[in-house]
């Protein structure tokens, strides 16, 4: 397809269950852990980090050996999370080569990148394989990277790489001598053949090539071709890629159900920080998080924020959430927490020299969460007027700082209306159907003028009565107060209020 | 031969007595306003509202403080710069900002102190009766109708109203006997305890109290955000002594915040509470009627002065000898109606 010579790298993820569970919690890192599988009775360790290992646990432990070791941490396996984590580390993957092939299998991470023509980019293979280490370390995965021309061989190397050795690469040519001395089992045989193999006294891969190809496939079949090219680094693979997945999601299950926000915040602030560096890795920022809490009792409480600006500021975030879930708390304990952020592309704010100085966004939102949790959520943003003249013509939408061109001011000075919110009542007296005298917050104000009425409050196209008038009026009390308002009455009730003062 | 700098320190050390300094000019500040939309208070002001500064709006109800601070903020808007409204007594009218000019997708709202459930009906729904649209069945009959119903029909029913009549109830029941009936059982079950959403009634002082706490603290968090060319403060609505009890601390933290992030705060009340932290105070007086002969409401007279400006005249070294001339420290105008026009 292309001419640049093969070059395939392949990324070997150990212990993908105990991984998967830690890499998410910090505060196991320095502890032992086992993750058991099966159910109650007949559980048994499927996976183990390393202070375990050396503890003395092994894999296939059952619990009631597990209990026998002390202060080991043990957790259940999930394999939902092996899920997240193997999409995470494919999307690692991805960010090398737009060709990547699956080859996981149950509790291990195998995937092959096809690298050919990748040395202009990121150096040489050496130098390849330790960015796609630190990549994948970057997510809190802990993986092996192996290099060469053939891709089996990359593969089998991966398998039989020693504890402690993260990094190898293999030269052209070098193929059947780098696996030479590893067990015939990296191989990827059956059990029946690896009894053969056992009873023959073959026992690593140098001492399988060296077998007569015409002898051997007499006697365990077409299938020993295989082997055989496979032990000599030759065997040809046909690459199947796959599309590479980019979901920025992260879940973690809690041990025991958490009542309080700010311990939450904790384990908030390492998924949020996973989700900043994948997104950042793509050149990206996180545009709204959406955080579903499983609840105790089978519920669950979803919230989405959404701030003006896609931003990757942790801390930020971490306070939007928080003064999110402090207004809207959930119903009961939380079991689990689930974060799916959807990226947006990074900011794009062009200050000029002479441009206004205007809320920086991060900022203002945080602001503006914290306004909303002391005077209460849809108090505060910006009104917007609408098309129609009744009273309460206008809804509050949240604030944002627009890049519009503004209006020009009126030019002559224009009076104004403060409206009371509910309308005050009054008592008005009436003469020759005029107001005459108001007492209005227990003052009395002989009217000077009134102006009206017109009629409020009706559409001509539907049945609603046209029962509101309203009069303004200008009114002076005996000590020179003055009164300037808008009476509204209702004459179907004669219920006098005082809908506004100008001022 | 003597430099001229030289010859300037002659001349000014000989005039020192009678005018110090007399050849140096005094170091002038600029001191950076923005226009308050009302031209004879511009003038009266030099410019207008003090920017980076504390400025009191002051006066009773009715005399034109909203319409000022509206107008002030229609000029920052223009310029494309947002402002906050802090409202502490829920009584600003969006529509009326926007008729004076203020581009209100620039115009932080914080509506303080609001109650839930406050929403009134203005209109009232009036239908007729569904009977009235039903029409009259046709008239059936020997005669047409109009002549009462067949015979027959009379006695429909009777049966039944004779059964009723002789109930048990019925019969029991003697003349001057109170007639007991049977309690109905509900149907229902009503809890006892009330659920614990219910709405707890505050009282009215506790509620203006809490109103004007959240108007301050919003405040102090929109300050230190940074960003708002003004900040109004709304306590027009709120009487004199509880505005009063605001500690002056306040006041003087809203001051050096709004120097150091140059945004002017702009305080509506009915009382000059801010005392010195204040770089401008102007009291409005009440409006005045503008004595047209006209049916429609289309405006009114008012009238500002200046009771306390932090710098009024540019300093400088010359003692003068006589009395200087005084500046006028009021100024009028007319407000007009939205739906006025112009004069």
């Not at chain 1, 026998?68 to 993957?93: D, H, N, W, Y």
């Not at chain 2, 140096?24 to 030099?46: I, Q, Y």
């Not at chain 2, 808007?77 to 009218?93: E, L, M, P, R, Y």
């Not at chain 2, 048990?168 to 006997?177: F, I, Q, S």
């Amino acid at each position: 397809m292309s001419s640049f010579p093969e070059l395939y790298a392949c990324i070997y993820v150990r212990e993908l269950p105990a991984q998967a569970l830690l890499r998410l919690r910090p505060e196991l890192a320095e502890k032992p852990c086992v993750i058991l599988e099966g159910d109650a009775p007949g559980q048994t360790v499927c996976s183990l980090n390393t202070r375990a290992r050396l503890l003395g646990l092994r894999q296939g432990m059952t619990k009631v050996e597990v209990e026998t070791f002390e202060s080991v941490v043990v957790l259940q396996r999930s394999v939902k999370m092996e899920g997240f984590v193997r999409v995470i580390l494919l999307e690692c993957a991805g960010a090398f080569s737009p060709r990547l092939e699956d080859r996981s299998l149950n509790g291990i991470f195998l995937c092959a990148v096809d690298a050919a023509g990748t040395e202009s980019l990121f150096g040489p293979p050496q130098l390849l394989a330790k960015q796609i280490r630190q990549r994948i370390r970057s997510v809190g995965v802990v993986a092996s990277v192996t290099v060469s021309a053939n891709l089996q061989t990359a593969i089998c190397l991966a398998r039989g790489l020693k504890r402690g050795v993260a990094i190898q690469v293999v030269s052209r040519g070098d193929e059947a001598r780098s696996i030479a001395e590893l067990p015939v089992a990296v191989l990827d045989i059956t059990g029946t053949q690896a009894e053969t193999f056992g009873s023959w006294g073959i026992r690593n891969v140098a001492a399988l090539a060296v077998l007569p190809e015409k002898s051997l496939i007499a006697r365990l079949g077409q299938d020993a071709k295989r082997l055989l090219q496979l032990a000599n680094g030759i065997r040809p693979h046909l690459f199947q890629p796959i599309a590479i997945p980019f979901v920025l999601e992260e879940q973690v299950e809690l041990d025991f159900p958490l009542d309080d926000l700010e311990s939450l915040l904790f384990g908030l602030s390492t998924m949020l920080e996973q989700l900043i560096v994948r997104a950042k890795s793509r050149v990206l920022a996180l545009a709204s998080v959406t955080i579903t809490l499983r609840l105790d009792g089978g519920g669950s409480h979803e919230r989405k924020v959404n701030p003006r600006v896609p931003t990757n500021d942790k801390q930020l975030w971490l306070k939007l959430l928080h003064l999110d879930l402090e207004g809207h708390p959930p119903s009961s304990s939380i079991l689990g927490v689930h974060l799916f952020a959807e990226p947006g592309a990074t900011s794009k704010v062009q200050l000029g020299l002479f441009s206004p100085q205007l809320p920086e966004p991060g900022k203002l939102d945080v602001t503006l969460a914290r306004i909303a949790a002391i005077v209460g959520e849809g108090n505060v943003g910006q009104a917007i007027l609408e098309d129609t003249h009744r009273a309460g013509d206008f809804h509050v939408e949240p604030f944002c700082v627009t890049t519009l061109e503004p209006p020009v001011p009126e030019t002559s000075s224009l009076l104004c209306l403060r409206l009371l919110r509910p309308a005050e009542p009054t008592r008005v007296e009436v003469h020759r159907g005029l107001p005459h005298q108001i007492k209005f917050r227990s003052r009395s104000y002989l009217v000077e003028k009134a102006y009206g009425p017109w009629l409020d409050g009706g559409d001509w196209w539907n049945e609603a009565i046209w029962g509101n008038e309203q009069w303004d009026v200008i009114g002076k009390a005996t000590d020179s107060a003055v009164l300037v308002c808008r009476l509204a009455r209702d004459f179907i009730q004669n219920d006098w209020r005082v809908a506004g003062l100008y001022d | 031969m003597a430099s001229a700098a030289t010859i300037r320190l002659q001349v000014e050390s000989a005039l020192a007595r009678r005018y110090p300094s007399a050849l140096t000019p005094p170091p002038r500040m600029v001191r950076p306003v923005v226009s308050s939309g009302v031209a004879p208070l511009d003038e009266l002001l030099r410019g207008g509202l003090p920017v980076g500064a504390l400025t009191e709006l002051v006066g009773d109800t009715c005399s034109g403080r909203m319409s000022l601070a509206l107008s002030f903020l229609s000029q920052i808007t223009s310029s494309g710069k947002v402002c906050a409204w802090i409202d502490a007594s829920n009584t600003f009218n969006p529509a009326s900002a926007a008729s004076v000019g203020v581009d209100l997708k620039r115009l932080l709202w914080v509506r303080c102190g609001v109650r839930e459930g406050m929403s009134e009906q203005e209109t009232r729904k009036f239908a007729l009766p569904s009977s009235f649209f039903t029409p009259k069945p046709a008239t059936k009959g020997l005669h047409g109708g109009g002549h009462g119903t067949h015979p027959r029909d009379e006695v429909k029913g009777l049966s039944a109203a004779v059964g009723r009549f002789l109930s048990n109830d019925t019969v029991n029941a003697r003349c001057a006997e109170p007639i007991s009936k049977a309690r109905p059982t509900p149907q229902h079950f009503e809890a006892n305890l009330q659920p614990s959403t219910a709405s707890v009634r505050t009282p009215r002082r506790a509620r203006i109290y809490d109103a004007i706490e959240q108007a301050l603290r919003s405040t102090d968090l929109l300050i230190q955000t940074g960003g708002f060319s003004a900040i109004v403060l709304d306590f027009g609505e709120i009487a004199s002594e509880v505005v009063a009890r605001i500690e002056l601390s306040t006041w003087h933290r809203y001051r050096v915040a709004s120097e150091q992030t140059q945004s002017s705060i702009v305080l509506l009340s009915q009382y000059a509470c801010a005392k010195s932290s204040s770089e401008l105070q102007l009291r409005l007086s009440p409006f005045e009627d503008t004595c047209e002969e006209r049916t429609v409401f289309t405006g009114l007279s008012a009238r500002a002065e200046i009771l306390r400006q932090r710098f009024p005249t540019a300093p400088t070294n010359v003692v003068p000898m006589r009395k200087p001339p005084q500046r006028a420290c009021d100024a009028r105008w007319d407000y007009r109606a939205s739906w006025a026009g112009p004069l």
